[in-house]
């Protein structure tokens, strides 16, 4: 079956710092990327999306770049800020039942 | 856009009563609405998927009769906890979609979920 495999957190990055969050994923078919974040005690919010290969989502200063070779979708963002602690989940949507496969998610703290 | 009411966003309540969520697409028809459960510090479990007019798809190991699921419109969802223990306490959070695989799922705000 499908699965989302995501760095175990905390990160715990000082602000500007540099976030990179790693995202690999196994899937039957050909599946749809995306991003959500969390903020405490809230539901997901959509972060970012791609759903071909090459394709790059931004948003917010945060990239991800779908990489179906190395079937990957890491989230990075140059300079991080402290609204930017939360939770990070790496998700893939496929045809079939058009169900989300989340990954176990990865919180980030920003310290001043 | 897109925004995805749920409510309450927090109930208390003794054991044995049954308790309703509701989820509403406020702006926009969804074709199917998800039902998910949140532990502490983990990741979001599908329990349910659900479309307007016809029963609910529950995932493995979610009991239906516990976890009543009505989809009475294609902007109303509702998941009814019924006979609920403090084992049911979580997180519970809706989602709606518009579209096939490639459109995001939209999310409400969660309800926490307290049985005493």
């Known amino acids: 079956g499908d699965s989302v495999t995501q760095m175990e957190g905390p990160v715990t990055l000082s602000e500007e710092a540099f976030l990179t969050i790693n995202c690999t994923y196994t899937?039957?078919?050909?599946?749809?990327l995306f991003w959500y974040v969390q903020y405490p005690g809230e539901g997901l919010q959509l972060l970012l999306k791609?759903?071909?290969?090459?394709d790059k989502g931004s948003n917010k200063g945060f990239e991800a770049t779908y990489r179906k070779e190395t079937t990957s979708f890491h989230l990075e963002k140059g300079s991080v800020q402290v609204s930017d602690s939360a939770v990070y989940f790496c998700?893939?949507?496929?045809?079939?039942?058009?169900?989300?496969?989340f990954g176990g998610g990865t919180r980030v703290l920003v310290k001043p | 856009g897109a925004v995805v009411s749920q409510h309450p966003s927090w109930v208390i309540c003794k054991s044995g009563t049954s308790v309703k969520i509701e989820c509403r697409s406020l702006?926009?028809?969804?074709?199917?609405m998800f039902w998910y459960r949140q532990f502490p510090k983990q990741s979001l479990m599908l329990m349910a998927t659900?479309?307007?007019?016809?029963?609910?798809?529950?995932e493995q190991g979610v009991e239906k009769d516990k976890f009543l699921i009505n989809h009475a419109s294609l902007t109303l969802s509702t998941l009814t906890v019924t006979s609920a223990h403090p084992e049911d306490s979580s997180f519970y959070i809706c989602?709606?979609?518009?579209?096939?695989?490639?459109?995001?799922?939209?999310f409400g705000d969660g309800t926490r979920l307290s049985i005493l």
């Open positions: 989602s709606a979609l518009v579209g096939g695989h490639r459109q995001p799922q939209h």
């Open positions: 791609a759903t071909k290969a090459d």
């Open positions: 659900s479309n307007e007019g016809s029963k609910a798809t529950y």
């Open positions: 899937a039957t078919g050909y599946p749809s």
């Open positions: 998700a893939l949507s496929e045809l079939a039942g058009n169900k989300l496969t």
């Open positions: 702006d926009f028809q969804a074709t199917t």
